[in-house]
Each structure stands twice: as C-alpha cells, then as structure tokens.
C-alpha cells in the first residue's frame, strides 16, 4: 500500500456482486449470520474465497488484512499449518462417530487446566447451544427461573435471551425479535452493565436462577468492567443463592490463558465457551465445578445432547490451537492489540477526528464517540454513520474491519508490525478522507 494512493480508489467487486446477486435469492439477505450482510456500514457484502494468516482474499482476487478472525476463533489467523493437518489427520480416521474418543478427554482436561473454575466440560457444537445449556443447568441448580444478563450483552440466539430492556429500573425483558414468546423473555431480567445500583435492585427485587454477564462485553463493542464491578456482580450472586455465569465466548482463552476469570481474578460458577475452544471448527462447551456439572446427564438428571457435540474434526483443531498457546503466545496479542490501538488513537488525533479506543488484550473498538463508553446506551449513541464510511474506506485500501459499530476488532497472533503498519496508513488516511467529506 503506497501512501498517497486517490480517495477515488474503488475495489474491483465484480465476482461477489455476482454472487451476492444470486444469494440474494437463496439465503436470507444472502448470508447465513445477519452481521457478514454489511448492511450496517452501508455496503454489499465481500465474499471470501480463501485465507492465510492474517490475510483474506475475496472473490474478485483483493486481498485484505482481516482484523475479525470470523469474529474470534482465529487466534492463530487463517489456515495455521498446524491446525490444517490436525484436521486433516482426524478427518482421514473418520468424521464423527456418535460415541466418545480419545480426543475429547484430553481436550476437557486441556480446559480443566486453563480455567480455574472448570473441572468438567459439556461441548456443543455452538455458543448458543451452549448459553442455553448452561441456563437450563443453572434453572435446574436453584430450582428458580429468572436470568439478570445485561444490555447490550449478547449471548447467542437462545429466545430468553433475545430480550430487550422494558421501560423503568430493573424490569421484565420484552422480545427483541419477532418470533420470541413474551414468557420466555418474561423470565430475564436486563440491566445496564457497570451500573451496581441496577444489579442491587433487581437481585433484591428477583429470585434469581442466574447472573449470565461477558465479563469483558464485546458485542455492544468493547466495554470492559468498571474496577470493582465483576466483584460486586460475584457478592450479589452468592448473597441472594444465584448462580454466576460467565460467558467467556469470546474472551475465553483470549483475553489471559485463562480467560477474563483469570485476567480478573473472578471466579465464576459456570463457564461458557466457543469461538477459540473450537480452533475454527463449529465446537463450544460451558463447564464448572464437578458438583454442578454432574447434574447433567447422563451422570444427572438435566437433559442435554448433541450429534455433532465434541465432533473430531473440531477437537482436533481445537487441541493444535490451545496447545500452541503459550504464555509467549498472550504476550504477543497484548502487544500486538497495544499497538494497533495506540496506533489508531494517534491516527484519529491527527486527523482532529475524537475517537474511543477501548481495549483489552486480544481486542478492541474504535468507538466514534467523545466520551469513553461504559454502557449500551453510550455504545448506542456513537456516529455508526461515520463509523460506516470509515469502515468503506478502509475496505477499500485492503483493511477488513468489523462491519458494525458494536463488534470488536480481533487482532491474532498471525498479525505483524507489518500489517499495523499498513493497517494504520490506512487507517490514517480514512479519517482524513472523512474530514474531508
Ligand atoms: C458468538 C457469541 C455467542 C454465540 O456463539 P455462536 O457459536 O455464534 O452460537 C455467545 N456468546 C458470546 C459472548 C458470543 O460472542
């Protein structure tokens, strides 16, 4: 990339408008998950065709530098040389057999190891499986049904979950998608995050089966907790006999070797996982304590099943992704994320342009906002216009970046000075092409 490149540059998109335009009449929007649409940066989607490292090639040949990592499990970047002859190996001993393998335990205790609250793992084949799973162990556990989850807290597509705010402190959840019965968000209860007066009124005014929180939210962007909170969030759960449940999603295995529970220092009595746990394969589990976890069946009597659960090709890459993730390894994507988001606040600045870059090891946000955001509403309140044509031109000069306003940025170990280099020169230069609109 050469530095005073035209703002008229435009990708050559041919082949995936192509595409688009007959997806368009097989797939709803033409994708199968809402966000890969690009709808919310003002754009058609780019389809891919391969990737390696941190680069991805699209459709029409461009090849951009991939700042989502398929949205987290790509800590490695694409296509790891390790990862690919896992899979290929446990592929060529056969694709999934319905009963247990080899694999599978060394994985749990890979897990086991890592995080401090888990002793024992149940994998599904998705994190929402796996959310809806975990609440249903937690119903059982306390014998109650309500769940606080915060705004703005995404926790897959589980219908309970999809539940909106209603008006007033501390309220019923209404359904935030048609299609969700009214009983089932009925039973959530939805606060805003890094708020302790709102979690102390409605875990006195509900008897609560469950706390489920991200301990560092990523997908109302970037908001990490306030000091104090997620220790406030652990007092109020044992105090009123309701479970704590992290889902770790997306920072499990990321944000420290052990998660944010490790990062934190917060212990958790249920864990979620997916993304990471899977090496890039569909594969998620949630865990916890031996005495939890045996309630599920078939040591319990809590129903839960998959076919594909703990499927072999999944585990292998999983175990050739957690195995090569070193302490060396989380050093490097502190560093890496360090940089980037050093590097984007001072291209922002120069360009007189006030951004937030908020940030964790493993990830960040570009919030377009003038004050820091510690909650949904500020997310919510932030230029996702300006956000959205900042996001066009860096696809534009071969930058990928997360094509919302509420996703994070997922740096990886596949990602070199090179590519923050590049990554920030057009970073640069997409914030004075909007200065100069
Ligand atoms: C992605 C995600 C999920 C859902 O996982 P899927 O595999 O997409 O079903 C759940 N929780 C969090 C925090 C996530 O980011």
Known sequence: MTGGEPTTIALHTSRSAELYGSALRLLPGGVNSPVRAMRAIGRDPIFIASGRGAIITDADGNGYIDWVSSW???IFGHAHPAVVAAVTEAAQRGTTFGAPTEAEVMLAAEVAQRLPSVEMIRMTSSGTEATMSAVRLARAVTGREKILKFAGAYHGHVDGLLAEAGSGLATQGIPASPGVPANTTSATVIVAWNDPQAVKAATERHDLAAILLEPVPA?????PPEPGFLDL???EADEHHAL?????VISGFRVARGGAQELYGILPDLTIMGKIVGGGLPAAAYGGPRELM???APSGDVYQAGTLSGNPLAVAAALATLER???DAYARLAATTQQLAAGLRDAAAAAG???QVQSVPGLLTVYFSERPVLDYEAAKSCDSEAYGAWCRALLIRGVYPPASQFEAWFPSLAHTEAHIDRTLEAASEAFAELEAR
């Open 219 to 223: 997908n109302m962007g970037v908001v």
């Open 72 to 74: 987290g499990p790509l």
């Open 294 to 296: 045996e309630r599920i």
């Open 233 to 235: 969030l652990r007092r």
């Open 325 to 327: 993730l070193s302490d």
């Open 353 to 355: 342009r006030s951004v």
């Open 244 to 248: 704590l449940i992290f889902d770790e």
